[in-house]
């Protein structure tokens, strides 16, 4: 229910910068404020939630990510589809670098991918790869 909630706060300040024409950048500046602040509220509560550990996704089942960098993820605390969804341009620079190149996750629709993984629906690929058609294809 969180990830689901941390989507809302995004597509909120997708509006929010989608209509700074519309809006005074005071008002524009104070929502911003209020989704900070709830996404501040939801970080506590992820905190505070977490008394069973969660079992990694399998993020072999999103295409362009094999098990070096599926290692990666995992070590740099990105082993949920909801956190990948989630991801934000200063992410993704975190990220790069000698086992992901700049580019790739983009490139690749390893956020979009996610985001369909995290609601518990499959893309073709994840399908695929589940049926046992296909191991990994990077």
Not at 17 to 42: F, K, P, Y
Not at 61 to 77: E, F, M, N, S
Request: charged share 20%; net charge negative; glycine share 8%.
């Amino acid at each position: 229910m969180l990830h689901h909630i941390i989507l809302c706060l995004d597509e909120i300040e997708a509006e929010i910068g989608a209509c700074t024409d519309e809006l005074d950048t005071a008002v524009c500046d104070q929502l911003n404020t209020h989704v900070a602040d709830m996404r501040s509220i939801l970080a506590g509560m992820r905190r505070h939630a977490a008394a069973a550990p969660i079992p990694a996704d399998n993020l072999l089942l999103i295409r362009g990510i094999d098990a070096a960098a599926a290692a990666h993820l995992a070590a740099k605390g990105a082993d949920r589809f909801a956190v990948i969804a989630n991801w934000t341009a200063s992410d993704i620079a975190a990220l790069t670098g000698e086992t992901i190149e700049a580019g790739r996750i983009s490139r690749q629709g390893w956020i979009e991918q996610a985001a369909i993984l995290a609601t518990g629906a499959l893309t073709s690929y994840a399908r695929r790869v589940g049926e046992g058609e296909i191991a990994c294809l990077v």
